[in-house]
């Protein structure tokens, strides 16, 4: 004990260090064990050859070796071949169960050692800044009833790991865990060992590749798992300890903090480009969210049934409780099992009644709860009477935990967004009108003609659909649509469903569009005194640069027509606004994409201020780089504080949400530093006098700087006629759309133009083939054109890198996708092109413009390697990469291999499985698919 208490937390760190390369070694063990009693030592030599050769050629280039190197995958028979891939793609999934466990250990340790200092980025540090700087409690009051963070989850295809797999992840990062206990004998730790064993042959006998693709409800079904495994119990133990830190540094308050966290779900509602969610499939998926909310609270129910065995032998409780219990027999019959029959124990009869009114709303039976704010109700009696017999710890410990789960996921879990695309809204509308002999051809109205129009429906309290009337199948489901929300609503709550998201939202009249259907079923209406209710806001999604450039003009408009402000009212002042950071990358580069986006969120919140109206932005990031991602803290705070008032939206897609929720600990500390971000941004937008000072001519640099890599991005993307000829042939574009990882289509129609590949598959090819393209390309250009060796010039951007918070994120996430691009590596991908000339000259430019890059941030950062700034990235990157080169290597030869032989001929099934899963193993030993 006391040997713990006097260890430095320096020694501390190279102690826990240590044991991360345990683990790995260990793990490591365990697979070379596995392959040999699975394919022979062949397997494990020739598998430990290309490994350290890849280690040599990593730490020394030669180019004999390279070459030895190159022979000896080339050399691999296809049943070798296929399982060292496996082998490869296997010691990844190992790798990253190693460092998940490390992350929470390091912060065990952390903890340890650092006895009762506080650690930075904690929720407590947040607390602490606010009372060391003389924040009075009623500015913290107020700070908090301000913030709001929405973490919405999306089933973008970009985890390439099967349910399967993740599941057997799991059972081995407990086991590993379990390495650390001390107090294990030695036969217990070879238990231990023969178990992870046993997990490690079950990993290699299961397929890690999808037999289909997964279908809309096994997607909501995944997203679930979240919740029931993590976030149900994540979440409240995070308000648990804001409370807690509250109540240390302002005793003299009692707190209570209002819901500033929760989590959104598009899967199941986004229908962009995903002709398999329908509107029956909305209700399920919302059918589904209840059973899983109504399942948790019975089972803490249940647990809370054993628990609370006070007796009224020994303690006086409430009169209130009592009369509860006497009125709920009276209206209540009990079919359940769990009637309690010892009448000195009332908590335990009151819990059966509460379960037997659960098990009556999950049937639609009579005597059910009408909502989650009746359910609170029950249980703050019992809180209230625990307290009365100063039964407080009981009462903190398990009634106030559940209240809040309660207040968090209600009745309907998370709440669900409505996506569609513009372009059906308009086409419905087009067909509604002509049949009703309003206008015969909506879509040849101008832009002012069709406003003038849609906002004289929405005054109008006339239906504009007609029972009698046929509609074509497609406007027929956009109508379903919105009586489906409107069912919703009033079976699951208001809060199942407000958004409704219109993607490519390009004119005010997109917006009004979707108020107009909402109006038809009554999610909209203007009664006779001239109010107007809403329940239901449509929310632009700004994509491309063009778009981001035109909405504070697209919201003036919207905000000056009166009718919309009143709907605006009635839904708090507040209005929702969708960024994408996918598109517009993909559209225009990640400097400008970052710009405009920037540029965008102070433009949009300047606007709507002049209407008195609040801004919730919601921000659509991907996780890898080219696609906005970012740690979540980093994410919120690389807003500008005063753009958040209205709240925020984060997307959380594919393998992020393995990653950062699929541990408890984990969960807990991702939302932990978001909790401190998101404190942070409050008190700078609060106290802007307390934000770095940046100087008046930075932002006009980063302008300028902008404007050029625009130009050089959209010169190769855009105007070079022979570009998607190299993407195509030199990346695994065609094959990433064969890999089941998604239920919707990789492109939004069937077209091979670059303007319908959505961005996913577009960032995925890239970081397979190691370019990482969209993350950094032009980025070095504009820079340079910037400093053109002026000293002067490179010192105003070393010191926009100290001081200027949106210049230091952009430099930091360039420099992370230069370190994880590897363009020896993409030249092989490159040699698949089959015109030379078209090859050599653009491949050209791009090692050109990486060498560039590289460059001008060691200067800009005065760094002397790329990530030094992050040492543990640095090093993970380091270790990771020779163990990744293999299976590209293997991945331009299977790809090379199955180009040459005609689509469906002999072989082709085999390589391309063969294929897929070197895309597996990469994305697993890169941690990022799309």
């Known amino acids: 004990m006391s040997e713990q208490t006097t260890t430095s937390p320096t020694a501390n760190k190279a102690s826990t260090n240590q044991l991360l390369r345990r683990d790995v070694r260990f793990l490591g063990n ?94 407590e540090s947040a607390v602490q800044v606010l009372k060391e700087r003389n924040i009075a409690v009623e500015d913290v009051k107020e700070m908090l009833n301000g913030i709001s963070l929405e973490l919405v989850m999306t089933a973008h295809p970009t985890e390439a790991t099967r349910r399967a797999v993740l599941d057997i992840h799991k059972r081995i990062a407990v086991d590993v865990m379990e390495l650390d206990n001390p107090t294990l004998t030695h036969r ?65 308050e009692k707190w209570h903090v209002p819901s500033y966290l929760r989590f959104g779900s598009w899967i199941g509602g986004d229908r962009d480009g995903n002709p398999s969610v329908k509107a029956k499939v909305t209700w399920e998926t919302l059918t589904l969210h209840r059973a899983l909310a109504l399942e948790k609270y019975s089972e803490v129910l249940h647990e809370l049934m054993d628990i609370l065995s006070f007796s009224t032998n020994i303690v006086e409780v409430t009169t209130e409780l009592l009369d509860s219990i006497r009125s709920d027999r009276e209206t209540i019959e009990l079919n359940c099992v769990d009637i309690w029959r010892n009448e000195q124990e009332p908590y335990r009869i009151k819990v059966g009644y509460i379960l037997q009114k659960l098990a009556n709303t999950r049937e639609g039976a009579v005597n059910r709860y009408n909502s989650p704010q009746e359910l609170v109700e029950d249980l703050k009696i019992i809180d209230r009477s625990l307290r009365h017999h100063f039964a407080d710890y009981a009462a903190d410990t398990h009634i106030s935990k559940l209240i809040r789960q309660v207040e968090l996921f209600g009745f309907h879990m998370a709440t669900l967004d409505i996506r569609q695309h513009s372009q059906e809204h308009g086409n419905a509308m087009a067909e509604i009108l002509r049949k009703m002999h309003i206008v015969e051809d909506y879509s040849a109205l101008s832009e002012d003609e069709k406003v003038e129009l849609l906002v004289q429906l929405l005054n109008d309290p006339r239906p504009l659909t007609s029972g009698h009337l046929e509609y074509s199948e497609s406007t027929r489901e956009c109508l379903d649509v919105y009586e489906t929300v409107y069912r919703a609503q009033k079976e699951f709550g208001r809060n199942c469903i407000s958004s409704y ?22 999610l909209f209406r203007k009664e006779a005194d001239g109010t107007v209710i809403c329940t239901i806001q449509s929310v632009p999604l700004f994509e491309t640069i063009d778009d981001l450039h035109a909405a504070p003009g697209i919201m003036k408009r919207l905000l000056e027509i009166p009718i919309y402000r009143q709907a605006v009212a009635a839904m708090n002042d507040v209005h929702e606004i969708m960024l994408g950071y996918s598109d517009s990358n993909k559209d225009g580069g990640v400097v400008t994409a970052n710009w405009e986006l920037r540029v965008a969120l102070n433009d949009i919140t300047a606007a709507a201020k002049q209407y008195g109206v609040k801004l919730k932005f919601f921000h659509g990031r991907g996780g890898a780089l080219g696609r906005g991602g970012m740690p979540l803290n980093r994410s919120i705070l690389a807003q500008p504080p005063h753009t958040i008032g209205g709240g925020i939206k984060i997307t959380e897609q594919g393998e992020v949400l393995s990653s950062r929720y699929g ?63 190299f993407f195509k ?39 397979q083939s190691r370019y990482l393209l969209p993350a950094w390309y032009a980025a070095g250009y ?52 089959k015109d030379s000339t078209v090859r050599d000259r653009i491949f050209g430019q791009i090692e050109e413009e990486y060498a560039r890059s590289m460059r001008l941030i060691l200067e800009i950062t005065g760094q002397t390697e790329i990530l030094d700034n992050v040492p543990v990235i640095q090093e993970s990157i380091r270790l990771r990469n020779p163990y990744v080169d293999p299976l590209s290597y293997l991945q331009v030869q299977l790809l090379t291999e199955l180009r040459s032989i005609p689509e469906g001929g002999p072989g082709s099934a085999e390589l391309l499985r063969e294929v897929l899963l070197t895309i597996n193993g990469i994305a697993a030993g890169l941690r990022n698919t799309g």
């Open 30 to 123: 365990i697979l070379g064990e596995v392959l040999v009693h699975q394919g022979g030592k062949e397997l494990l030599e020739i598998v430990e050859k290309i490994r350290e050769m890849s280690k040599s050629l990593r730490a020394e280039y030669s180019l004999e070796l390279y070459e030895e190197f190159k022979s000896t995958i080339a050399g691999l028979s296809p049943d070798i071949r296929h399982q060292v891939i496996r082998a490869f793609a296997l010691y990844f999934q190992l790798v990253n169960i190693a460092e998940q466990n490390h992350r929470i250990r390091r912060k065990r340790d952390y903890e340890r050692s650092a006895g009762e200092s506080v650690q930075p980025g904690s929720i």
């Open 501 to 522: 998201l219109i993607s490519m939202t390009e004119a005010a009249s997109d917006m009004l569009e979707v108020m107009v259907f909402a109006k038809e079923v009554g």
């Open 782 to 833: 504009a820079l340079d054109q910037y400093v053109q060796g002026d000293s002067g010039r490179m010192q105003k951007l070393r010191d926009m890198y100290t001081g200027y918070p949106f210049f230091r994120t952009l430099i930091d996430n360039l420099q992370m996708a230069l370190a994880k691009a590897d363009l020896l590596i993409a030249r092989q991908y490159a040699s698949m092109i």
């Open 188 to 252: 217990e730790r070879e238990k231990l060992r023969d178990k992870l064993l046993n997990e490690v042959f079950t990993l290699w006998q299961t397929d890690e590749l999808r037999g289909r693709k997964p279908t809309v409800i096994d997607e909501v079904r995944n997203g679930l798992f979240f919740f029931d495994e993590t976030l149900f119990d994540a979440l409240p133990n995070v308000y648990e300890e804001l409370e807690r830190c509250l109540t240390k540094y302002y005793p003299d």
């Open 663 to 725: 541990m408890q600990a984990i969960a807990y500390r991702s939302l932990e530093q978001a909790t401190w971000a998101l404190i942070t941004a409050a008190r700078l937008a609060k106290y802007p006098e307390q934000m770095p000072k940046a100087e008046a001519e930075w932002d006009e640099i980063a302008r300028g700087i902008s404007e050029t890599a625009l130009v050089k991005y959209q010169d190769l993307i855009f105007r070079d006629p022979d570009f998607m000829t």
């Open 729 to 767: 042939e030199s990346t695994p574009l065609a094959e990433v759309g064969e890999l089941n990882i998604g239920s919707r289509p990789s492109k939004r129609k069937n077209s091979d133009r670059f303007e319908d590949l959505r961005a996913i598959p577009w960032v995925f090819a890239w970081t």
